[in-house]
């Protein structure tokens, strides 16, 4: 099993651009779909978006694709979440998540049977007006 642990969150204005990394222990990261997550205070664990195992596919929701792009390099363990044109209602602690299965990613904030096999820390992102 991977640990993971998020990094680059920090202050910045709106229209800004922030890139968090998700870092991984283990040698088995890329045995792992990732997926990225935010919770903003008071309201429930969102969907960022998730990539396959090799990278070569990703998906977001729908509410942020054009400004939200995941990568990840297997070779450095690492995944990351690339944020352009940031507003103040991203502001959030984004979480970034493994699991032997994309479709588990997806679908883990809706459905409740649905669990996920690890998760990070979380970095805070504020975004300020």
């Known amino acids: 099993q991977v640990q993971l642990v998020e990094s680059g969150g920090g202050l910045v204005q709106a229209g800004g651009s922030l890139r968090l990394s998700c870092a991984a222990s283990g040698r088995t990261f890329s045995s792992y779909a990732i997926g990225w997550f935010r919770q903003a205070p008071g309201k429930e664990r969102e969907f960022v978006g998730a990539?396959?195992?090799?990278?070569?596919?990703?998906y977001y929701a729908d509410s942020l694709k054009g400004r939200f792009t995941i990568s990840r390099d297997n070779a450095q363990n690492t995944a990351y979440l690339h944020m352009n044109s940031l507003k103040p209602e991203d502001t959030a602690t984004y979480y970034c998540?493994?699991?032997?299965?994309?479709?588990?990613?997806?679908?883990?904030?809706?459905?409740?049977?649905?669990?996920?096999?690890?998760w990070g820390q979380g970095t805070l992102v504020t975004v300020s007006s």
């Open positions: 990539t396959i195992r090799s990278g070569s596919s990703t």
């Open positions: 998540a493994a699991d032997p299965k994309l479709h588990s990613l997806v679908v883990v904030t809706t459905d409740k049977n649905t669990h996920v096999e690890v």
